[in-house]
Nanobody, 121 residues
């Protein structure tokens, strides 16, 4: 199995920055794409950013270049640097990892428990 531990959320004023981290552990045999999603209260969960195993990145159009996703394969960790935060960025942020584990043939998606980001105006 694969476990994900997220950290870095919190309360920040508009215009501030936060850096989220998500570390994968367990019986991982191959780590494919890593991504961040967010879900505001009463809304659906949406993709924020995604990074493939080769380092290619994808971002939600609405971010306008304020967020940067990166990964450290040796640490099995994905980061989300969030700058110029706005109140509308307030949400629970979830890490998702696509991986294979010992005994598994196919890739599977694993989710973190979520970390709350609150941006005050």
């Amino acid at each position: 199995q694969v476990q994900l531990v997220e950290s870095g959320g919190g309360l920040v004023q508009a215009g501030g920055s936060l850096r989220l981290s998500c570390t994968a552990s367990g019986s991982i045999t191959y780590l494919s794409a890593m991504a961040w999603y967010r879900q505001a209260r009463g809304k659906q969960r949406d993709l924020v950013a995604r990074v493939t195993s080769s380092g290619s990145t994808t971002y939600a159009d609405s971010l306008q270049g304020r967020f940067t996703i990166s990964r450290d394969n040796a640490k099995k960790t994905v980061y989300l640097q969030m700058n110029s935060l706005k109140p509308e960025d307030t949400a629970a942020y979830y890490c998702k990892v696509t991986a294979t584990s010992v005994g598994a043939i196919y890739l599977a998606d694993y989710w973190g428990q979520g970390t709350q980001v609150t941006v005050s105006s």
